[in-house]
């Protein structure tokens, strides 16, 4: 039992972090002419699970990561996060310009239920 509280209160803080990190990101981007999309993460929906391997090379190649796949693409060690962002450019009045579907979203207004990301699944009801 203890063990079990334990990864709960584990996971809870890493995606608590995360969402910390998220909201630092979100809070730079009015500067950049810039708008972030929501959180992509391979096994989406959207992105096919099997470009885990080439998301985590090419964050690879920016940061030192120790973070590996195992043989069923899952990341290691265990309590890994891995997902992207995309940029949509503002035009001259602020606006977004694109596709109103890349709006930014937070995991409580994703569309994507079965998202492993998606904090709702992570909540105890």
């Known amino acids: ?5 334990l990864h ?6 890493l995606f608590c ?5 998220n909201k630092i990101i979100r ?10 999309t929501r959180r992509y993460a391979a096994g989406d929906g959207i992105i096919d699970f099997n470009k885990q ?7 690879k190649k920016e940061v030192a990561v120790d973070a590996c796949l195992n043989e069923s693409q899952a990341l290691i060690p265990e309590m ?8 949509i450019k503002k035009n001259m009045s602020g606006s977004i310009s694109g596709n109103e579907d890349e709006k930014c979203s937070e995991c409580s207004l ?10 709702e699944n992570n909540e105890k009801i």
Do not use: H, P, V, W
């Not at 039992?1 to 509280?5: A, C, E, R």
């Not at 391997?53 to 964050?59: C, G, R, S, T, V």
């Not at 890994?80 to 940029?87: E, M």
């Open 1 to 5: 039992m203890k063990g079990y509280l």
């Open 8 to 13: 709960e209160i584990a996971e809870d803080a």
């Open 17 to 21: 972090a995360s969402n910390e990190m």
């Open 27 to 36: 809070s730079n981007e009015g500067t950049s002419g810039y708008k972030l």
């Open 53 to 59: 391997q080439e998301i985590l090379d090419a964050l």
């Open 80 to 87: 890994s996060i891995l997902y992207l962002f995309g940029l």
């Open 110 to 119: 994703c569309q994507n239920i079965n998202c492993s990301y998606r904090e």
